[in-house]
């Protein structure tokens, strides 16, 4: 399979945990997105990667949430101490972009975090 | 600010019948790109417009922009009970970034 994989597809945890996700964009794609997503809602951009460097992050990225691509290729998205508010599905997108602007983005099937 | 604002949030039709999504949106834009989402599983993108393209058509799809208006719409032509899902409009902004969706159209062909 040479999609956007991510692991684990569920996570159930209590509040003030810490859970860490990660997502294996395709190979070739050096463009890597985070997305949260609540029911009946768009997506909402949390960050980006261009390669290993993270260019942007959304005011909605808390101190709590931290992500990494240290090689320019897997990601992971970690949320320290979460919150019931933080229950949501986490999409990894990758794409192969050229300069400025967005192409094309493939999504992973997202990871469901359940905050108890 | 919210970029895309789909209309109208949900959607019903028949078969066969066609089917057309709006998508507003508040600033300059670099492009513009239409996605679908089946019920419990990501995103697959369908097409991208840029701000210079008036219009685009893939299969039974087809995209217009109308920047002066900011406004883009979505037609799917003789829709199929496999067309069910929703569909959602993304843009960035002049420089690449604040890539944002809009809430979606929630679109159900009916057999």
């Known amino acids: 399979d040479t999609g956007v994989s991510q692991n684990p597809r569920h996570k159930i945890t209590k509040r003030g945990q810490n859970v860490t996700f990660r997502c294996d964009p395709i190979?070739?794609?050096?463009?890597l997105y985070w997305y949260r997503q609540t029911l009946g809602q768009g997506p909402e951009f949390l960050t980006y990667?261009?390669?290993?460097?993270?260019?942007?992050k959304s005011r909605l990225l808390s101190d709590r949430f931290s992500a990494e691509r240290p090689k320019g290729s897997f990601s992971t998205l970690e949320i320290q101490r979460t919150e019931q508010g933080d229950s949501a599905m986490y999409l990894c997108?990758?794409?192969?972009?050229?300069?400025?602007?967005?192409?094309?983005?493939?999504f992973g099937p997202g990871t469901r975090l359940t905050v108890l | 600010s919210q970029q895309g604002e789909e209309d109208p949030q949900a959607l019903s039709i028949q078969e066969g019948e066609n089917a057309t999504m709006n998508c507003s949106y508040k600033?300059?834009?670099?492009?513009l790109q239409w996605y679908r989402q089946n019920s419990g599983r990501g995103l697959v993108h369908l097409i991208l417009?840029?701000?210079?393209?008036r219009e685009k058509h893939s299969g039974r799809l087809r995209v217009t922009l109308d920047t002066s208006k900011k406004s883009s719409s979505l037609l799917i032509t003789a829709s199929r009970a496999a067309d069910t899902a929703s569909y959602f409009c993304?843009?960035?902004?002049?420089?690449?970034?604040?890539?944002?969706f809009g809430p979606g159209t929630r679109l159900s062909v009916l057999p």
């Open positions: 190979s070739e794609h050096n463009r």
């Open positions: 600033t300059s834009i670099n492009n």
């Open positions: 997108a990758s794409s192969w972009t050229l300069g400025t602007g967005n192409s094309e983005q493939f």
């Open positions: 993304a843009t960035d902004n002049n420089y690449g970034q604040n890539f944002v």
């Open positions: 417009i840029r701000s210079n393209e």
């Open positions: 990667f261009q390669n290993e460097a993270q260019l942007e």
